[in-house]
């Protein structure tokens, strides 16, 4: 099977049912149209159900006494009117390149460029930047090409791919693509995958065996990072002195400008501490700043590498939390299957 574009491969009353006594429109995965995985090759695109209905209302009388179904702004977006709707769920899921207003319910369409590695690889989506957001699996499998009910949120949309042994996709669709708020209407974004030929070990081996075992990572709070200046900062921030050195505001107050040059002889009220999360990679001439910190049991860099993939497909909390210094430890509920990727390989 594949998708279907043309009107033709259509029939009423086998792949489309029309009922005028509820005014529904049903899909029927019969005859020409599949719901096979992936979407991007089953189903039908909304513009040739559009031209299916007109050719139906011109040419069968029992119709043409009804107002017109629907209505369509361009070829991938449309509103149904005059009081019809889709029949179930099983019809909407048919729907291809094909955003839609259905009475108060607002469904986009999100279409998904490059290659899949497997027809059965399964993505999933979140429509909250939260760390611990839900996530929703697609409805199909592989390609993307489906709608999405985004009534009650349209300010995120963020789909994920992320299959054991194979390299991650993910895609922050409204950052992406400079969106104010998303519209029923047709998105397409990269998204694909690959045999990842940096991974060693197993998930079987990771769960069970050292160096993983002892294994840890933790989200640090702290907001801000920035150069210090003498001003007024409140708990939480995080700034660098002049000497290059990190520290944590544990007390909001004030830094004054000797505490700007050096956090540790601040004469202001606010209380500042060494960040944990300060690292320099030349023995001390430069300090950088980082909100995670793994702890890698001494593991080899594949070793760290191959863990922290497995920990961004965990459902649950990832977050260790247990910082030795009182106040840096961050609180976060931080899904693994939401959690920002920490590495890669180049």
């Not at 300010?155 to 029923?184: C, H, M, W």
């Not at 000497?243 to 000797?258: I, K, N, Q, V």
């Not at 702890?295 to 939390?321: E, F, H, K, L, P």
């Amino acid at each position: 099977m594949t998708k279907l574009f043309d009107p033709d491969s259509l029939n009423q009353a086998t792949e489309v049912v029309i009922a005028t006594g509820t005014k529904t429109i049903q899909l029927i995965a019969t005859g020409n149209l599949s719901d096979a995985s992936p979407a991007a090759v089953n189903g039908v695109t909304g513009q040739a159900v559009y031209s299916f209905l007109k050719e139906e209302w011109k040419t069968d009388v029992d119709l043409n006494k009804f107002k017109f179904p629907l209505f369509m702004f361009t070829k991938t977006d449309g509103q149904l009117i005059n009081g019809w709707t889709w029949e179930d769920a099983t019809t909407r899921s048919l729907l291809r390149d094909f955003g839609y207003t259905e009475g108060a319910t607002e469904v986009a369409a999100f279409s998904s460029l490059g290659d899949v590695d497997s027809d059965t690889d399964q993505s999933y989506y979140v429509q909250d930047a939260a760390y611990d957001a839900a996530t929703t699996d697609f409805g199909f499998t592989g390609e993307l090409n489906e709608g999405v009910d985004i009534s009650a949120s349209t300010t995120y949309f963020k789909p994920f791919l992320r299959i054991e042994g194979k390299t991650f996709a993910e895609y922050d669709l409204v950052k992406e693509q400079n969106l104010s708020l998303l519209e029923p209407v047709l998105y397409k974004f990269p998204f694909a995958n690959a045999t990842d030929i940096n991974i060693t070990d197993d998930d079987t081996f990771i769960g069970s065996n050292v160096p993983y075992t002892g294994m840890k990572i933790n989200y640090l709070a702290g907001e801000l990072f920035e150069t210090a200046a003498a001003q007024s900062y409140s708990q939480g921030d995080v700034i660098q002195d002049a000497a290059g050195r990190w520290a944590f505001c544990s007390a909001a107050g004030t830094l004054d400008a000797s505490g700007a040059a050096d956090y540790t002889g601040n004469g202001g009220t606010g209380t500042f501490e060494a960040y944990d999360g300060e690292y320099t990679l030349d023995g001390g001439t430069n300090y950088y700043a980082a909100n995670r910190i793994i702890t890698a049991n001494n593991a080899t860099a594949a070793q760290i590498y191959d863990w922290m993939q497995y920990q961004c497909r965990q459902v649950g909390d990832i977050n260790a939390d247990d910082n030795p210094t009182a106040g840096q430890a961050s609180g976060l509920v931080m899904n693994g299957t939401n959690a920002e990727l920490s590495g890669f390989f180049v």
